[in-house]
């Protein structure tokens, strides 16, 4: 029996988690092509998928029901109404033109619900487009290792294209042009997997952006939003007019956070290792502040602050004080493991949680704080900037009873 999806908080513990283990279309990333696919160097796939396998492992291992994307979407699409929506959201007419999105169209809609999912994640390159009859301006035009329907390299960061709150599913607007189609995956996914297609969703056709890894269910009724390169300021207020709404939260603290590639996301910045402590970038710790987002009367929001996020949180947790591991870090270790995700921890349960191990410095001053840390490797995994967070959407946590 299996229970139902339902997720409020950051650390209670984890039951069953969606992931993406990577596949072909890593093989797509080339040197001319990796900025833009959002990776920084080109990942050896064979080892990346070791590395994800040991990731699942070390979940399976404590008790977490892992579900994978692409057997997931392979489901949903057995569903006819779901397999012509794929073919739609992925074959772009603007870029093939009619007679190429015509007769691609065709071809995919005769594959199994198996390839259709592979297509729809690893791309379709022009060499690879089905022969048709007649000449085509397009198909000669383009050189053939460009490609006629993207690949998805993003997909294994499963955090950021969709977010569970209370028993709904957020869909994600994805900011970054190279991710905009994974929402269309995972709306499909939640429509028409026998498991999900009954599940309410929140934040419901929005388009301003929101991506999961800056949303953070700090405790139940506390939800905060990162705002930065990837979540505007606009996605956060929708995100939260939304869920005060549909009463999944009383408090969204708004936090803003630089807009730079390393700090990308609020998980970036800092994850939540236990009911009442984070780990934080140092040199985050005493800038981060929060605006304050509760209902007001009517559908009105009523804005406060900015104060320091640590005051704000604790306020809206109801606890008395929240800890910050001492990572006690010297600035340059700190900002090299902040970089290699050193603070983007995935917890299983309060106190445990999934760090890389390339991060010595950061995992040891957690398991001196009492945080066990399940270290796992990263060095492929890592080469598209994220961590165990960001690759794992959880589905269904434990509740959490705070003290
Ligand atoms: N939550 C996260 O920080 N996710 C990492 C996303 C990495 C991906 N290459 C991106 O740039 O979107």
């Known amino acids: 029996m299996t229970s139902r999806p339902r997720v409020d908080s950051e650390v209670g513990p984890l039951r069953t988690v969606l992931l993406h283990r990577p596949g072909e279309e890593l093989k797509r990333l080339t040197p001319r092509n990796n900025d833009q696919l959002l990776f920084d160097s080109i990942p050896w796939v064979d080892r990346a998928q070791q590395e994800h396998d040991s990731f699942a492992e070390v979940l399976r291992s404590r008790g977490v029901e892992v579900l994978l994307l692409a057997e997931v979407l392979t489901t949903a699409l057995a569903d006819s109404r779901a397999h012509a ?51 085509s301006l397009v198909r000669k035009m383009h050189h053939p290792h460009d490609f006629a329907v993207d690949p998805l390299p993003n997909l294994l960061f499963t955090r950021d294209s969709s977010v569970w709150i209370g028993d709904r599913v957020a869909i994600s607007s994805l900011a970054m042009p190279a991710r905009r189609r994974e929402t269309a995956l995972l709306d499909l996914i939640y429509a028409y997997h026998p498991r999900f297609r009954h599940a309410a969703r929140a934040y419901g056709a929005h388009s301003a952006p929101v991506e999961g890894g800056d949303v953070m269910l700090l405790a139940p009724g506390v939800l905060a939003v990162g705002i930065g390169e990837r979540t505007s300021p606009a996605g956060a207020e929708s995100l939260a007019r939304s869920v005060f709404a549909d009463h999944l939260v009383h408090t969204v603290l708004a936090v803003p956070i630089a807009q730079a590639r390393a700090t990308m996301h609020l998980d970036t910045v800092c994850t939540m290792v236990d009911r009442d402590a984070f780990v934080m970038y140092p040199l985050a710790r005493d800038s981060l502040v929060a605006y304050t987002l509760r209902p007001g009367h009517d559908g009105s929001l009523r804005v406060d602050g900015p104060e320091p996020f640590l005051h704000a949180a604790a306020e809206a947790m109801g606890v008395e004080k929240l800890r910050v591991i001492d990572t006690g870090l010297d600035p340059v270790t700190a900002e090299r493991e902040q970089w290699d995700d050193g603070n983007n921890t995935l917890a299983l349960a309060p106190g445990v949680v999934v760090g890389y191990e390339r991060n010595v410095e950061t995992n040891a001053r957690l398991e001196d704080a009492g945080i066990e840390v399940l270290a796992i490797a990263g060095s492929e995994l890592g080469s598209g900037r994220g961590g165990p967070r960001c690759m794992s959407c959880p589905i269904f946590r434990d509740s959490l009873d705070l003290p």
């Open 85 to 135: 929506a794929g073919i739609r959201a992925a074959v772009d007419g603007r870029r093939l033109g009619d007679n190429l999105a015509d007769s691609l169209s065709s071809h995919l809609s005769g594959v199994d619900a198996a390839t259709l999912a592979h297509v729809l994640i690893s791309g379709v390159t022009f060499e690879e487009l089905p022969a048709a009859e007649g000449a």
